[in-house]
């Protein structure tokens, strides 16, 4: 442009630099939302999937099941508020939840190796964690939140701490479990 205004050449090397910074970051390129590629990669590669849910109360599970043609992968899932429910669902141990409560690595890493053996998927995302407006404590504040996702090459966990209400940290805490899922796709 004689003005000198960006043209569609200048637009398409600064998007590929972006991508090219921030690498597995970067889930799309265009108009899919997180759930939407989440469910694709599933699907392309005949992964197949369960989830175990306590603070986003099957909020992942369904944003999942937005995508058509889903349950071709998608086993099943488990909403698991009660600790009892963990036990008996999940076989998280009992002495665990006592020693370290339900919202901590070692109960999330349970629950997601729990559900994958009980679903018999390749993968199984678990979500625990304290979403508000009480039951937070000083070394678990309102907005920790612990993911894992368990694999036939071993489980992993990590965890986020979300601010905002309640509806907002379920809701992010569901999308971060979708990309967690993604990423481990993506490489």
Not at 64 to 88: H, M, Q
Not at 161 to 184: C, E, Q, Y
């Amino acid at each position: 442009d004689a003005a000198g205004a960006p043209g569609p050449a200048d637009l398409d090397r600064l998007v590929a630099e972006v991508v090219r910074r921030l690498g597995i970051h970067v889930y799309e390129v265009g108009d899919r939302s997180l759930q939407a590629v989440t469910a694709d990669l599933l699907m392309e590669r005949g992964v197949t999937v369960s989830l175990a849910e306590s603070c986003t109360a099957g909020l992942a599970c369904a944003l999942l099941a937005e995508r058509p043609g889903i349950s071709a992968v998608l086993k099943g899932a488990v909403t698991a508020y009660d600790n009892d429910v963990k036990v008996r669902l999940l076989d998280v141990p009992r002495d665990l939840l006592e020693r370290e409560g339900a919202v901590g690595a070692a109960c999330a890493a349970a629950m997601a190796d729990g559900c994958r053996s009980r679903f018999g998927t390749g993968l199984a995302l678990s979500i625990t964690g304290i979403a508000g407006p009480d039951g937070g404590t000083p070394d678990k504040p309102i907005g920790t939140v612990w993911l894992a996702l368990s694999g036939p090459d071993g489980t992993v966990t990590e965890s986020v701490r979300l601010a905002g209400d309640r509806n907002r940290i379920r809701r992010m805490a569901a999308f971060r479990g979708l990309d967690l899922i993604r990423r481990r796709l993506s490489t």
